[in-house]
């Protein structure tokens, strides 16, 4: 980090001999020389609360005079400034100038064994060095103060040693003034030998080669041990040391620590920490990007990269787990590392009650946890295996000829977009055309798959569109009366699989219908889903859900991050057969994934409009199941009739004809001169999906 080897007039500091380590920790962490000097005696001169009050009060008074309001007695506190200079029944606690006339002093003093504070049964007793140092800083004038970590940075006067000789730069004289005050001389300096290796060791985490040595060794200018400092700070092995020390601090891992530990792949965060270091990079930077670096404006992905920072807590896939709790669990997690890789303290004492030591509440805590849950995530990962585990939401790595490509291709898509949209108009005059000299009968093309559910021989039903791929049963659904002769009844834990059907990719267009009855309005409820067994809730594919009765249709790379979802704005009503249809465009956004209740369609609300990777699995596809889903809530006390698959994008009309209203017919037959604004539209629509030359070719 820049901070941690510049000094304040930008130079670089002297990381000499004696003073190497300590001018390393003292400016690394950010720290005031004073504070080497320790806790000791006080130096001649003013008490300094921070360092020589503040120690005793908290080790011998907070438990009962502290910021514990079910802990405290006497109404008392010494953690603050009002309380310890209070005024009661004519008794000053502290009064500055006179520790004569101060009840603390008093009270510590006195031969009174129900008087005398600590109280002898509390284990506790001050010694007569504190009495004094109490009776000194208020006889100063009990000057308040706070820890030295709350206060701010200020410059410090290098003390005056007795061995003029020893120091080489001021850090070495407030180590020597401590040693001097204890009675203690500085050890003899190393030899080279153990010089070099203890050097390297620290910067690197490596011994030095034997070559290095023998360098160092044969170097007898004045700089010869500043040039090896130098050689080290200029070595990858230097970021690579430095890295190890913050990777523990920010729970680096790659796992995700819970039951299957499956591999989490971050090392790009691994190593984008190294780079930090080795590059020098300024320490506001390295805060600024790993706690927000999305949030800066335009962000670059080397930016948004450093926030991985936030997202390595571990993470759960376990099934019987409340997805909720977890995701506040990480939450939890966030705030607590930032507490202590940034500010030293520990903040998740604040999360159930104010903090009993530092001035921290539990609106400070829950202020910083409204900022760190600001990541689209789930509590549960998704059950895929080893195969891309990585829970969105996730940044694509991807290389500068790579994005450039993308971009390319980008523009191209949103050209033909652009293009089909406009296909509508152009297609008005053949459309006119094509009006009187339409075949007899309309058709709804691209039916892929039907099924009846009328019959269940054998656990499997009939695919009237292809007999080679049928439906196959699963525990054994119940055949009762349905919308159209017999559907199947289902109780959460059954239902069916269709192998080989309904294969679709992000790009496909694809619509899908079936008769719905409901018993009651579960809060979640799966109807339909193409997702890899056994994967769960919010895995890759498509589903069809009920939530408190709302239809809700998703595509999914990985929820939440990575997906799309809709839900209609009503509920279905109960124990009524209600035609339920969604048709999706292959367009990738939450606009082209339309829902039909009746024949009519749906008003909707977007869920989630972010998918930008495939819904498929590489190494076979998974069946399409209705009825039931692994650790989920399947479909409970419902029935399904007349379940349809087609292979394009349903146009309104359509949809109204698969769900047996005459819209379509009614128009067909309908002479050009006699059809009305809504027909007309409605069969244009059609045309231009299914006849017109031009859309045909995208």
Not at 657 to 675: E, F, M, Q, S, Y
Request: hydrophobic content about 40%.
């Amino acid at each position: 980090m820049e901070m941690s080897l510049m000094s304040d007039n930008k130079q670089p500091l002297c990381l000499c001999r004696r003073g190497f380590l300590v001018s390393l920790l003292v400016v690394a962490n950010g720290m005031f020389a004073a504070t080497i000097a320790g806790r000791g005696a006080p130096a001649k001169g003013a008490v300094d609360f921070g360092r020589d009050i503040l120690p005793i009060l908290s080790d011998n008074c907070f438990k009962c005079h502290g910021p514990d309001e079910k802990a405290r007695k006497a109404k008392l506190r010494f953690d603050t400034k009002d309380g310890a200079f209070r005024v009661k029944d004519g008794k000053t606690v502290i009064v500055p100038g006179k520790s004569a006339a101060s009840e603390l002093f008093r009270r510590i003093t006195t031969r009174d064994l129900d008087d005398l504070m600590p109280p002898p049964d509390s284990n506790r007793k001050l010694t007569q060095k504190q009495i004094a140092l109490l009776k000194r800083w208020i006889d100063e004038g009990a000057k308040w103060g706070r820890h030295w970590a709350f206060e701010p940075i200020r410059a410090q006067s290098p003390p005056k040693v007795k061995n003029k000789r020893w120091p080489v730069n001021d850090i070495d004289r407030f180590v020597l003034a401590r040693l001097e005050r204890e009675g203690l001389v500085p050890a003899s300096e190393s030899d080279k030998e153990r010089l070099i290796r203890r050097v390297t060791f620290d910067l690197t985490g490596l011994p030095p080669t034997i070559a290095e040595m023998d360098a160092f060794l044969a170097d007898k200018s004045a700089g010869a041990y500043e040039k090896v400092v130098d050689r080290l700070l200029n070595s990858v092995r230097y970021g690579e040391r430095m890295a190890a020390q913050w990777l523990d601090l920010a729970r680096y891992a790659d796992t995700y620590g819970y039951q299957m530990d499956a591999p989490r792949p971050v090392w790009r965060y691994r190593d984008w920490v190294i780079k930090a270091f080795n590059e020098n990079l300024p320490f506001d930077r390295f805060v600024t990007w790993q706690l927000a670096g999305d949030l800066l404006p335009n962000a670059t992905k080397e930016q948004r990269l450093a926030t991985a920072f936030n997202r390595l807590h571990l993470q759960n896939e376990e099934g019987g787990i409340v997805e909720e709790e977890f995701r506040v669990s990480y939450v939890v997690d966030r705030v607590d590392t930032f507490g202590t890789a940034f500010l030293g303290l520990t903040l998740e004492c604040t999360r159930c009650h104010d903090h009993k030591f530092d001035p921290l509440t539990m609106r400070d805590f829950y202020s910083m946890f409204a900022f760190f849950q600001n990541i689209d995530e789930a509590g549960q990962n998704p059950y895929t295996g080893f195969v891309d585990y990585t829970p969105s939401p996730s940044l694509l790595l991807s290389d500068v000829a790579t994005d450039a490509k993308l971009a390319m291709l980008k523009d191209q898509i949103d050209a033909k977009e652009k293009q089909f949209a406009a296909m509508r108009d152009a297609a008005r005059g053949a459309f006119a055309e094509w009006l009187t000299n339409k075949p007899p009968e309309p058709g709804v093309p691209g039916l892929v798959a039907a099924f009846s559910f009328d019959e269940i021989q054998t656990n499997k039903i009939i695919n009237s569109v292809d007999p080679s791929k049928p439906g196959q049963a699963h525990e054994g659904p119940a055949v009762v009366e349905g919308k159209n002769e017999k559907a199947a009844e289902l109780n959460g834990d059954n239902g069916f699989t269709f192998p080989g059907v309904g294969h679709f990719t992000r790009t496909d267009p694809f619509s899908i219908a079936l008769w719905l009855r409901i018993q009651d309005l579960a809060p979640r409820a799966v109807v339909l889903h193409h997702s890899k067994a056994p994967a769960d809730a919010g895995s890759r594919g498509y589903e069809l859900l009920l939530e408190d009765g709302h239809v809700a249709v998703g595509l999914h790379h990985q929820w939440p991050g990575d997906s799309i979802k809709v839900r209609t704005k009503v509920s279905l009503a109960t124990n009524e057969w209600v035609h339920v249809a969604f048709v999706y465009d292959g367009s990738s956004h939450a606009s082209g994934v339309h829902v039909f209740l009746d024949g009519k369609p749906a008003a909707t609300e977007v869920i989630r409009d972010k998918l930008r990777k495939d819904i498929t699995y590489e190494g076979g596809e998974p069946d399409l199941a209705v009825g039931y889903r692994f650790r989920d809530a399947g479909f409970k006390g419902g029935a399904v009739d007349e379940l349809k698959i087609f292979n394009r994008a349903l146009t309104p009309i359509e949809i109204a004809d698969v769900a047996g209203r005459d819209d379509l017919k009614i128009a067909w037959k309908t002479a050009p001169d006699a059809l009305g604004a809504t027909r007309r539209e409605g069969l244009l629509d059609y045309y231009v999906a299914n006849v017109y030359p031009p859309a045909r070719q995208f």
